[in-house]
């Protein structure tokens, strides 16, 4: 290579940044001229683009492999999403294979007493890697949009028509500055402003159109954000489980019984498909009726979008109207404090009692930031969570009989994320060692299945049968990301 060409290639490689970031500002400043939240559009394509790598890249990279091993697994959502993608098969019973290992490891340890404390061999899982580098990729993206406001490149189209929607004005608003903040305060109140009094003055034909009404659109965008990705809405069409019992006692120790899926998972899975049914089943038909529902529907995007993509129109309806209530609340509280500062630093006294403070109104701007940064609650994840809770300690009630041990035994067991709750907070010793045991059996059966399918994988095996060991990688969705089984699907 002549020195003029290394040169050159030199120039090339240190300008690549250069163009990057020129890239996505050019990315999110085309966005913010266009209707909806120009994060959700900047990150739309992150799942596609990150499984477009998966196969031939990513799967086998020591930081992948080292993220899985964290999470012990993908999530639910984009377990679900994989859990399709047949072709897949070799990546992922590689993946299963080695998260199956690895946990192995760690259970040997522990049942051959090298080391006893399971707080330290099975810390709490983390971002599943396909999460973790979404969250990466959107704070990227939010971290240049602050930029681009400071600098008042952004500033001038924002709100005209691109606004981020409040969950991403939420996040935004934790690292961004105060100025910053209190500059797309005002913004934020007057479209969300405009988009309550449209759905609080919808028509009951519009209550019954649902999503499909401009009016709940724009109010959903404006809260939770749209669906865009095809791999949000996989799971959903996972999650009825069950008919509810009378008895929830022997509902639980049906689900112990079954041998396709955790049986914790199942009654989360159970519980928010009852919530969800129930709220279906009640008719919306004015302002008033939503109203009544106060309190009960959800607020986060993930249950919003079950109620979106799973309910009635009118439920959809109601739905989006509870979400874009509940960050109008958060937005009037900010403004409110916003408005009072204002005031109080125009005053004469003030700024004379202010002259020797170096920060002078920091509480204030404080409260302000912690009014739109503070979580939202949601009924429907409060409900799925003490379900999990409630299901895990009769587990344990029902392990202390010898007979729910042999049911339990039987079953197909805990997902491992459930698996470690239940180690952790086991009230007895023997309840604990008992858990231990059958996991580490389970899992190794397992991943038995897994690496004989990877053997079965090569090219002098040929003459030898595929079995049901083929569908390990499959049945590894129940066991690392906590999915139920296909049969599952009844509304
Ligand atoms: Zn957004
Ligand atoms: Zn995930
Ligand atoms: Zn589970
Ligand atoms: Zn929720």
Same mark, same amino acid.
């Given at each position: 290579m002549t020195l003029i060409k290394y040169i050159n290639k030199k120039k090339k490689k240190s300008q690549a940044p250069e163009n990057e970031v020129r890239g996505l500002e050019m990315l999110l400043l085309d966005a913010v !001229? !266009? !209707? /909806?939240c120009p994060i959700c559009s900047s990150t739309a394509s992150h799942d596609k683009k990150y499984f477009s790598w998966f196969p031939m *890249? +990513? #799967?086998? *990279?020591p930081d992948f492999l080292e993220k899985i091993r964290s999470s012990y697994g993908f999530c639910t959502r984009h377990g679900a999403f994989l859990d399709?993608?047949?072709?897949l098969l070799p990546q992922l019973n590689f993946v299963h294979d080695h998260v199956a290992q690895k946990v192995c490891d760690k259970l040997y340890l522990y049942l051959s007493g090298q080391e006893k404390d399971l707080f330290l061999l099975f810390p709490d899982p983390s971002d599943c890697p396909v999460c973790a580098s979404s969250k990466t990729s959107t704070k990227r993206f939010l971290w240049f949009f602050h930029k681009l406001i400071k600098e008042g490149r952004a500033l001038k189209d924002y709100g005209h028509p691109g606004i981020m929607c409040f969950r991403h004005f939420m996040e935004f608003s934790e690292k961004a500055s105060h100025e910053v903040i209190q500059q797309l305060i005002p913004k934020h109140e007057k479209a969300i402003a405009s988009a309550v009094h449209a759905m609080e003055n919808a028509g009951s034909s519009m209550i019954s159109a649902g999503i499909k009404s401009d009016a709940c659109r724009t109010g959903m965008e404006l809260s939770v954000g749209p669906a865009f990705n095809t791999e949000d809405l996989v799971? =959903?069409?996972? +999650? #009825?489980c069950r008919n509810p019992g009378m008895d929830p006692v022997s509902d639980f120790i049906t689900s112990l019984e079954? %041998? &396709?899926?955790c049986p914790v998972c199942l009654e989360q899975y159970a519980a928010m498909s009852q919530w969800i049914n129930w709220l279906d089943n009640y008719k919306v038909s004015g302002m008033d009726d939503i109203d009544q529902l106060t309190g009960v529907l959800p607020a986060c995007r993930e249950h919003v979008l079950a109620c979106v993509n799973l309910g009635r129109p009118d439920l959809q309806f109601a739905a989006v109207y509870a979400a874009l209530k509940a960050a109008w609340t958060s937005t009037l509280i900010a403004a409110k404090k916003l408005k009072k500062l204002q005031e109080r630093n125009n005053t004469p006294v003030w700024q004379k009692l202010t002259k %020797? $403070? %170096?920060?002078?109104g920091e509480n204030s701007r404080i409260d302000i930031r912690e009014a739109v940064t503070s979580p939202i609650r949601c009924p429907v994840c409060e409900r799925i969570n003490k379900a999990e809770q409630r299901a895990l300690d009769l587990l344990f009630a029902l392990l202390e009989s010898p007979r729910h041990q042999k049911t339990f035994e039987n079953g197909? /067991? =805990?997902c491992i994320n459930h698996f470690i709750k239940a180690v952790k907070h086991a009230p007895y010793d023997d309840i604990r060692n008992f858990l231990i045991r059958v996991e580490s059996a389970k899992l190794s059966f397992l991943k038995w299945e897994l690496d004989e399918t990877m053997r079965k994988m090569?090219? $002098? &095996?040929?003459p030898e049968p595929k079995g049901s060991e083929q569908s390990a990688w499959h049945r590894g969705f129940a066991v690392f990301s906590g999915l139920p089984p296909d049969n599952c699907q009844q509304k």
């Open positions: !001229k !266009k !209707k /909806g *890249e +990513i #799967y086998h *990279e399709q993608q047949r072709q799971w =959903l069409h996972r +999650i #009825y079954n %041998k &396709t899926a %020797k $403070d %170096k920060n002078p197909h /067991g =805990l090569a090219w $002098d &095996t040929r």
